[in-house]
Structure formats: C-alpha cells, structure tokens
C-alpha cells in the first residue's frame, strides 16, 4: 500500500511538472511580448515584471524563473488589476467556487448512486425508464441552458410564493448555493446514474450474489452488503474526473448566477487577456485536479482490498 | 432410486402402436443443418443496429440535422448579417402584415396664442391632471401621437412610456422628454417601437418648476414599416409607392424569430450548424485518425517505446481538458471578438487524440495475442496484410464507437466556449455563441436562447444514443 | 431395493428420502414463446447417498437444481409444476423469507467457478461467518471462531489467517474448500453440488472431491452431484440420472449406467469420454449433431436425430421412463415390450464395436 501511494504520488509530481511546462510553452507562444499588451502596465511596474520573469533572458532561463516562482507558490501580478497577486485572488475567490463544487460533487454522487440503484432494482418497469429518460435529457442538454432554467424557475417559484425564498443571483447563504449546485452537479449526477446502473446490473447477476441467495442471506443484506458496496467500486473510480468536470462546469454556473467564485474569474481574466492570472489559475486548478485524482485513487486503494493488499493477479 | 412415475410398460404401450413402428427410422434430415447465412462483420453489426429503434432514429435525426446545415442553404437562400430592424427579437412564427405609413414628422398641436396667454398666467394647481389625454390617428410601431388639454398655468409637458401600469408619480417609466414649443399640447413618440402594450403619462410642468399630477393612457401600436423602409426591401413596389401608404404589406418571414440584432434567427441557425457540426465532426475524426496511428504504433511496437509513447499520452490526459483549450487558443493569439474555428479545431486535437490512442493500442495489444492473427503469421502473411485486413477491421469497431461518443462532447466543448466568449466569435454564428447571445435577453425573448440549445441538445442526443444502439451492436458481435 | 420398497407408500418412516423431486416442470419465458428448461424431472436422494446428475451443457440439470433452492429469476423463469420435498417439506412456491430458513441451513450449494463465486471485497471469513449470524444467530466473534474451524475441517493450512483474507488471495482449490466450508456451516441435510471441479485442476479436482466424499462420511449427507464428467461420476456417484433434452433419460445405480447401460444417449456419453487405453492419434468419439430446441421440443424422443438406432416410433411418440430392473429406467423405446431388438447385445460392453 505504502509503494503504491509512493507511486501515485511520484507521477502526480510528474504531472503537475508536466502541466506547468505545458502551460509555460502555451504561453510563451502568446504573438509578440506579452507585456507590450494594450493592457500592459505603468513602465516601473512593467520593469519590475520584466526582471521578474525575467523577459529579457534566454527562454530557458525564464522557464526556470518560471518554475521557481510556481515552486514557491508565486503566480505573480495581476495584469488588470493593480497591485493584486494573484495568490490573493485564489485565495479570496477559490473557496467559493470549492464549497460549490463540493457541495455539487456531493449531490452528484449521493444522487448518482441512488438513482443508479433504483433503476437497477426496478430494472425495465417505468421508474427505471422514467429515470434513464431523465439522465438521457441531462446528458444532453448544455449545462448553460439548465442554469438559465434554474434562475427562471426560482423567479418563477418566488413569483409563485409572494416571497423570495431563494435568492436569484449572488453568494453568501446556503440558499444562495442550493440551485447553482445541483445545476452543477446536474450533468456528472446523470453520468454516474449511467454508470451505477450498469455496475448495478453486472453485480446482480454476478456468481456471488447467487452464492448469499443460497446461503440464505435475506434480501435487503443481500443488497447491502453484497451488491452495493461492490458497485459502488466504478463510480469511486470515476469521482477523480468528475471533480474535473465539476470545476471546469463551475465556469458557467458562477457565470450566470454571478458566484464571485475562481471559475468566473478565471473567464474574465481569458476576456481580458490577464496572462499572469491565466497562467497562475491554469497551473494552480491544474496542479488541484491532480492532487484530486490522486486523493481519490488513494481513496479507492483502501476500499477495494484488492488494491489494499497489493497483491492484483492477472 | 424411488421410481414414483414409473408405470409397467405394458401399460403404457399404444394400442394402435404396429411392428412398422419399431423399424428403424429412415432419416430425411441432417443431424445438423447450418440455415442462417454467413454475414460479414460490418452487415452483422448494421444488422443488429437496425434492429435498435432508437439507433436508427437517431441516425435519421442525424441526417437530418445535417441536411438543415448543409442541404438547406444550397437550395434556400440565407443571409445570416442581414438585420432586418422593424422586427427585432421577433419571436418565431409566420407572416407578420405591416401597415406602410409616411414617416413624416408630425407638426403637433398647439393652443391658439390668445389663449395660451390666458392659461399662462393662471396659477398652477399641482394636484390638477392633465386632462382628455388621448391617441391621435392609429398608434403604429413607427409613431404613437398623443395629445391632451392644456393646463392651466402649465408652460410645458412631460411625457412618460411604461411597460407597465404606472403605480405612482416615481413609477411613470422611460422619460421621453418634455415639450419644447410654447402651447404645444401633443408629442410624438417614435422610440424603438414594438407590437407591444405602453402605458404614456403626462405630467404638466409650472414656469417654477413644479409638476402636476398625472394622467396615463394605454397604447398598443400596431406593426407598421416607414415607406422608405418598405421601398428599400422591396415590399413595395417603387412605381405606386404612394399608394400603398395606409394599405397592409406583408413582412419578411422569420420562421423561427429574429435575434437581438433582427437577423433570422433561422438563417443562424443553419450556418451555426454549419460551424457546430464542423467542428463537433471533424476535431473527433482528426484526433481519432491521430490516436490509431500514435496508438497503433505504440501497441505495434510495444515494449520501452509502448511505454514511454503511453507515458506521454498520461500526461496529455491528465492536463485539465477545458483549461487548456481555452490557453491553447489565448496562445495561438486568438482574442475575445475573433472568430476561430481553426485554433479552436487544433486545440482539441492536441488535446483529443490520447483517450483514442490508447484504445486502440489496448485493442492491438489484445489482437497480436489472438490465434488468429499468429495464424495468419505462420501462414506467411507480411505485416502490411497483417494490418489491414486483421488489425484495422477488429481496431475499427471500437474506434467508431468512441468517435460517436467524441462527437456529442466536442460539440458541447464547442458550446460551452462559446458561451463563455471564448469559443466562435461574432459575427460567425455558431450554436455555441448562438446561446451565448441569447442569454442576455433570455427573460422577455427566450426563444433565442431556446433554439440554438435545442439543435444542440439534440444533435448530442443522437450522437449519444446512436453511439449507445453502435456499442450494443458490436458488444453483441463480439461476444458472439 | 426393489421397486416395490422404494415407493413412498411402501417406504418406512424413518426412511424419508433426503429430497425428493416430483414431476417438475420448468420453463423460462423468451421472446416470441416460452424454453421448457425442465420437463418432468423426477428423483429422489437418501441421506448418506450421492446423486450424480449428468448431461451435456444445456440439459436442464443446473436448471433443476437451481429452481429447487429458488435461485431461479422469477420471471422469466417459472415453475410450472410439480413438487420438491426436502426431509418431507415442500420448497417450491415457498416466500422468500421461509426460503431463506431452509436454504443455507437444510440444503446449501457449492458452485462451479470458485473465483466468481465469493463476494470479492469480503474477507473469506466474514462470507463464512455470515451463514452462521443470520441462521444460528450467532454473534460476530463466535461465528469468525467457527469460520476457522470449518476451514479446518476442510484442510486449509493456517485457517487463522486465511480467514481475514479475500478471495483473490486464494488458489481456486482453496477457494474451493472455502466454498464448501461456506456450505457446511449450519450442517445441511443436502449438499448439492454444481459442477464443483470444473473450474478446477485435475490434481485439485482429485482433492476436492476426495474432500467432499470424506465430508459426507462423517456428516452423512445427501450430495447432489452435477457434472457432465462421467470420470467424476463413477468415483462419487450411488445413483446416476442422465439428463438430455430437460428430461432424465436414464436413472439407476453407477453399475446400472456404466455396466448395463439402457439408453443410446448414454452409450454415446461412455464413447465419448477419453480412457487411458486411447492411443496417440485416436479420435475420441464425438455424439453427432445438437440437442433439440427446447423453444418447441420435438413430439418424440429429443435424441431421435442423433441416435443411431432411432425407430418410426421415436420420432413420434415420447417414450416413457421403462423399468429395466432394479430400480434401472431408461426413456427409450428400444426397451419396450413391442420393440424386436436384442437390447442386450446392443448394451453389453464388448459388443459395441468402437
């Protein structure tokens, strides 16, 4: 178990590395002189950069300078706006978009398995097809048109009411958070829906679910204790990605319903060609998901036994 | 062993049984006899996917998204910048009759001058209304005239447009300006007019600035076209123009609306497509074509060179797929307000191609291990043969599959840049971008919005479902 | 025992058949019609005795097994008569809770691949322990202590260990042994056994089955063994059914079926099993053609078109089950009274001249 999470953690390194250098060249093949920008700032600031990156340097030079200062932890300065660091830009508006996600990530998968179970169980009768319809028209539709929708049906509802009970737009409240969160976790929800449906029916009809039959195990422990613990197993498998699709999803959701999270920060910094916080939020959500994946399959490791003892035949 | 059923056989005998029936059976028929014809792989595989309803709709809804895009045009003629600004974020419908009116300025009307001496230097009450507010002529889209009493002690009037009705002297709506012309007692409104209810209030104003009550009148314009207008469409013929005024013409169709701009909602629709569909169909098709041959290679060659080439795959995999699209583009020096369907067409190539390849390097992995290809060796087949007739046609099966599954993710990839403004830029329309312009005005004209989403919820609906009916197929074929 | 003795009325008390099967008639609902799985399977198994259920895959004889422990999906499956008593209790139609009093406890089952057999994320112990906490309510240490002991008893070295292990830590034999531990716990009265080395090594197969047979001295149950291995059958088997087209063709003692065989369909089993005496280069014996579709089974015998000494009648008229002796049957109508063949010249080892 020790060598495996060694392992995992060596190539996560090696990951992240590898994104930074990415995005180093991405960069860096930015037409002309990033600074010479129609944004670009006051001449003692634009020194100050300049040595700081080091601009002026060879580009292997600027690409150590580069991976110093991100190994340091120092995204640098806000091109747009004056006198910010980037880091405190993260740090002020990552934890918005974080208690987002994971409150979305936690409707996902809490969803995902029990709508994914049901279908299993009442498998080819209508809750199982009302409930793959669903999933089908949420795989299918863009997950800004349900933010749209959800926004039009809390005014609706508030309308309906009198009151406003939830509120349209904006942060603050767990009201706040209720819809943009479950718009969010919509998309992955009806993905691991998918998944735990068919984990579900393989396992149904797996030898050892006829073996507990025969040894007498009632129904319910049957299902329980044989069935959904093994087809939970997939849906752990998947929760690495579906971070990633939540975050970046969170662009959009934080967009329309005006979150003061990174996602949307991140948008206006791309519409205002801000390169530091681009470059800063790339490497930084990069090196997250990384760490993310890493946590999980970490996660699965001491779930699945198999992993556990280390000892996977075939 | 108890024999609970057994009976003497004696018993059971047939009477009508005859010695014929004990002579040995002549036997007409093959004990095995194979009836089903042999098929090849793809005509079983199309076989069996025909059987899928739900497949073969798709495919159908496929085809026909793809004919509005691509047939459509060749036969109907679209203009996708055209505005057409006497119907702006017209919602979807047929013909719309428009009344051809003479957009001459109103003269007004005013109070004679004696008696505008008169009521000038009466005193001003500011609890008094406006009285007789009214409509003068029918109210259209291109002016709305109103016209009132005079006030005593009034030196001019302020008039007000609402959507709704007023609920108070603060709530009177859009200013629309203040009489300027001593005595005059009328005003005529011609803002940016629509087929819709107004609310006009009047509030009279004393030479020391204090205002009267008011008084409001409801106005529901109709659709009217100023002549010029008309003339320049071709609504109307330029040799008895004049003659038309007053008489109905009918407008352009929009059959699905107009955007906030008044171009056909439907034109963009066709030419979004054509962007959407490019760039959803071909960015798999490049990345998949790359992934068999970086996959094939590497599976092919195996060993270290296997190794390092699907390390490097990892890696691809693993930056954040979104994010580095969007600084893909940012680096190809695509900014905000450019179009770019190329840089947007690399960056998902780069990005695409290792899901692909290491499906197919797992699959020829699997094939070099199989029987029949180390049959095919010992039987002299060189590797050329090798790859073409056993490797491709076993890779392609899977291959297909992920390309329809790519497709509907590379068109959401596409929409969802869009939206974010980082995607297609105006003025190519894409889907995409199509939503992203409907969102602003998505609570009083939703069907800007609604369109574009529709043609790209279902277009990844049936990629999606053809893709499941494909998989099934060949699952099923696979397994025997 | 004549026939006489073995009917139930004649029979004494205490000599009530570990479980009996009655006419029972299976049959699973498919598209376009309906698959007669089993139709009319009668057997009876004492205590102490083994039964050994042959027939090529298809037959219907997992089948049979399957309905009478209620492990059957309902639907499509359905059972659409006759009866199974288990020590004189009726299983079949019972609800699922009663099932599950009996199932474990008085009758319990070792299945035929080990590795997909075991809940893979539970240790072997807890899988042991399970049986014994629901039906002998026991709690969770006494029930793991137990565990040991019944790895034990089917000689898995160092059980103190094995039990905190999963199956993928397991050989498939000692999977095995683990399985049939599993199914000893309660002590059942019946042990029905699906192709339980199959799956196996011939070197663990011997193992196993020396295992099971020790396990049923000591126990004196009842094994119902399943298995198209007639090598298998032979070493374990009192009693022998073949099974063929959902039916039983041929029932009586192992002598019965390998000395004095009474049906072509079990001359062709004999043929085709490998002996030691085969040379290099010799062609084993294949039976031709396939089993009849059971989507719409012929009106004759099933085996009519492979059999080489087929009658008019065969093709039109199902035989019955025909006493040929002690407690021997075969469903042909070769042994009918009416037939003019010479049935033993036809039977005799020797005479057939492979």
Known sequence: MTQFILKRLLSGVITIWFIATATFIGMHSVPGDPLANEKAVAPEIRRNLEARYGLDKPVWQQYGIFLGNMLRGDFGISFTQKNRYVNDIIREHFPVSAVLGVLALIIATVGGVIWGALTAVYRDRWPDSVIMFLVVIAVSVPSFVFAMLGQLGILAMNEWLGFSLLPVAGWGSFGHMLVPALVLGLGTMAYLTRLMRSSMLEVTSADYIRTAKAKGVPPLRIFYKHQLRNAILPVITVLGPSIAAITTGGFVVELVFAIPGLGRFFVQAVQQLDYTVIMGTTVFYGAF????????????GFIDPRIRVGKVRG | ???????????????????????????????DLIVRPSLSFWQDTWQRLKRNRRAIYSLYLIIGLLSFSYLLPLFVSFDIAEQDLTQISQPPGLGRQSLVVDTKPWAGRFVEEGERRQLQTAPFDSRAKVAGLEVVGEANTESVRLSWQPLAGAIGYRVYRHLLVPSGPADLGLPLGQTDQPGQISFEDRLKLQNISYYYSVQAVSYDGQLSDYSTVEVKPRHAISLRAALSRGLVDANDAEAMLGQEVELKRHLMGTDYL????????????????????????L???IGILYGGVSGYLGGRIDEVMMRFADFVIALPFLLFMILFRVAMGIGPGESGVTPMLIAMVLLGWPTAAKLVRGQVLQLREQPFVEAAQLMGANTHYLIWRHMLPNVMGVVLVSLTFSIPSAIFTEAFLSFIGMGVAPPTPSWGAMCNDGVKSFMSHPHELLFPALFISLTVLAFNLLGDGLRDALDAKMKG | MSDIDNHPLNRKPDETPALAVDNLQVEFSAQGGRVQAVRGVSFSVQPGETLGVVGESGCGKSVTMMSIMGLIPMPPGRIVSGSAKLNGKELLHLPVKQLNKIRGVDISMVFQDPMSALNPTMRIGEQIAETLMIHRGMGHGDALKRAVDLLERTRIPEARKRVRQYPFEFSGGMLQRAVIAMSLA????VLVADEPTT??????????LELMREIQREEGMAIVLITHDLGVVARMADQVAVMYAGQIVERGSVDDIFYRSAHPYTLGLKAAMPTASMHVGERLMAIPGSPPDLFSPPAGCGYCRRCDYAMNVCEQQLPELISVGDSHASRCWLQHAQAQVDVDALYQPGASTC
């Open chain 2, 262 to 285: 008044g171009r056909d909602l439907m034109a963009r629709l066709v030419y979004g497509g054509q962007t959407s569909l490019f760039i959803g169909i071909v960015a798999p098709l």
């Open chain 1, 289 to 300: 998901l990384v760490i993310m994946v890493l946590l999980v399959d970490i996660l699965y």
């Open chain 3, 186 to 189: 309660c002590s059942p009265s």
């Open chain 2, 1 to 31: 062993m108890n024999q609970t059923l057994e009976t003497n056989p004696t018993l059971t005998s047939n009477p009508q049984m005859t010695p014929a029936d004990f002579e040995p059976l002549v036997k007409t028929r093959q004990a």
């Open chain 2, 287 to 289: 990345f998949v074509a």
């Open chain 3, 199 to 208: 799956a196996l090594d011939v070197t663990i197969q011997n193992q196993v």
